[in-house]
């Protein structure tokens, strides 16, 4: 089974990646932020408590993202593999999914950390604004509070993965077709 860890600071291109990846390798794609966009749409309980913390440009809290990604796991037994898109984002996360997984006998294959500079995230953020209807990504003082809260609580766990020798990080500037087959040569690694 093949579960990679695609990671990167808000606007670096995880979504956009991940997209090709499922295609090339047939894995399920687990977007934390867009299972939180589909409880916030759906107004559910999680929905209306991840709204109030990614209101204020905060990461939710552990427990209820773990919760939520297992349960979503859970979903495919059948699945050839797992992309973990904005998961983890603490290294207790990372941590629970590493239980969790090693618990199923399908640890994490691979940290991706797709690397791009702040001004170019901050350019990127506001373009997609413009186009996903994301209003969080239209406000300059929430992104670039989402990159700060990235740099001192998210960007950490890189060490959890690159301690068990499974993070490689990919230049995150290019076409997307470069930038998918820089994915790929690691992937192969």
Known sequence: MLNIVLFGPPGAGKGTQSVHLVESYGLIHLSTGDIFRANIKGNTELGQMAQSYMDKGQLVPDDVTIRMLESEVNKHPE????????????????EALDVFLDARSTPVTCMLALEVEEAELKARLLARAETSGRPDDSNPT??????????????PV?????????????????????ILDRLKVAIAH
């Open 79 to 94: 699945a050839k593999g797992f992309i973990f898109d904005g998961f983890p984002r603490t290294t207790a996360q990372a």
């Open 142 to 155: 929430v992104i670039q509070k989402r990159i700060d809260v990235y740099n001192a609580e998210t960007a």
């Open 158 to 178: 890189a060490g959890h993965y690159a301690l068990q020798g499974k993070f490689t990080g990919i230049d995150g500037i290019g076409t997307i077709e470069e």
